[in-house]
């Protein structure tokens, strides 16, 4: 990326990460995104899909910390396939198939997706439910739901009902309701910069500060939609400390039966969260969180946080 194309407010936001290596970080901006794709076992078996595959020239690894899940090797576009077309796969970053793989929904069990377009991660909770139990795909912007909506149907999904609101409404009508909630907020996706370049050009401090308060809020909708013994996943794109710890930091500050648990995604790099910020001390756990650098696994920058609900106990810890 050219010096030119960096805004003096982005310079500065590379220097508050921490951790990273700027180098690196840049020639991983550089490099395009490598292809990701889920086999929709709803629709077919795994190995019927990757013979058809195989048989039109794909070449393919497997993706070791999601479960149907493979890298794109060589072989041309997945995108224009019938395979893809008639559902039997979706395009998905391979890092981003990690967020679900950590919330491991079960046959059964009602399940929350907050902030749920396009839909790359609704098709993945729906299959790991087997289309059994209840999907709930919720976003905020209409435009957004229609993709959602034709990926569902595309995918064959049966068991889900989307809703079209603001996240942080939620709790109003589904408090104490789910078994699973994935809250995949909007961030300033610092992990998936080389897609988007006007995001070197346009980030400053002010947005990171507006979103990390819109992610807190949604954070706390979908843990209050969460039954006693439930499981969270906070997840976003990005690698600001405001977007990620701070978040959960006070989350854990405010609600005493929120505890976090340790995550383990096979051969998949990464970091744990801070724990000191800026001279803060946050929440010792949150090294239990991951933060995952683009240059770490060549592939899209994550962080994931899982929160689990303990039974009992006050709800509510102090300030709200
Ligand atoms: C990172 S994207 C989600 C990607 C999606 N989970 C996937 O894997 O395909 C964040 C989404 O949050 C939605 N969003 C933003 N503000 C919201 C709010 N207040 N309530 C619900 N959804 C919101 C955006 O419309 C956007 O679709």
């Avoid at 942080?168 to 910069?193: E, T």
Wanted: charged fraction near 25%; glycine fraction near 8%.
């Amino acid at each position: 990326m050219s010096n030119l194309m960096m805004s003096g407010d982005f310079r500065e936001c590379l220097s508050r990460i921490p951790d990273l290596d700027p180098e690196l970080f840049l020639e991983s901006c550089k490099r395009p995104l490598p292809e990701g794709f889920r086999i929709n076992t709803i629709k077919s078996s795994e190995e019927n899909v990757l013979k058809r595959l195989r048989q039109k020239g794909f070449v393919f690894e497997k993706i070791p910390w999601a479960r149907y899940g493979y890298i794109l090797r060589d072989g041309g576009e997945l995108g224009k396939t019938l395979e893809h077309m008639a559902g039997l796969i979706y395009l998905q970053g391979p890092v981003s198939m990690a967020p679900v793989e950590v919330l491991d929904p079960k046959p059964g069990e009602i399940v929350l997706d907050l902030c749920a377009a396009p839909g790359s991660k609704s098709t993945q909770i729906a299959q790991l439910l087997e289309n059994m139990g209840v999907l709930v795909a919720n976003d905020v912007n209409h435009e957004r739901i229609k993709a959602l909506s034709s990926n569902l149907q595309r995918f064959g999904v049966i068991n889900c009902v989307i809703t079209l609101t603001d996240g942080r409404k939620y709790p109003r009508f589904a408090r104490g309701f789910f078994d699973k909630v994935l809250i995949d907020v909007p961030c300033s996706s610092l992990g998936i910069i080389s897609k988007n370049w006007g995001i070197a050009k346009s980030w400053s401090l002010g947005m990171v500060e507006r979103l990390s308060r819109i992610q807190y809020q949604l954070l706390e909708a979908g843990f209050n939609c969460l039954k006693p013994g439930g499981v969270l996943v906070y997840s976003t794109c990005t690698l600001t400390v405001e977007e990620n710890e701070l978040v959960i930091d006070r989350l854990l500050k405010n609600y005493k039966n929120a505890k976090l648990e340790d995550i383990r995604l096979p051969s998949l790099k990464s970091r744990n969260g801070v724990v000191e910020w800026s001279g803060r001390r946050l929440n010792p756990d949150l090294e239990k969180a991951v933060r995952i650098m683009p240059y770490d696994n060549w592939a899209e920058g994550f962080f994931i946080a899982k929160i689990i609900k303990e039974v009992g106990g006050n709800e509510v810890n102090g300030y709200r």
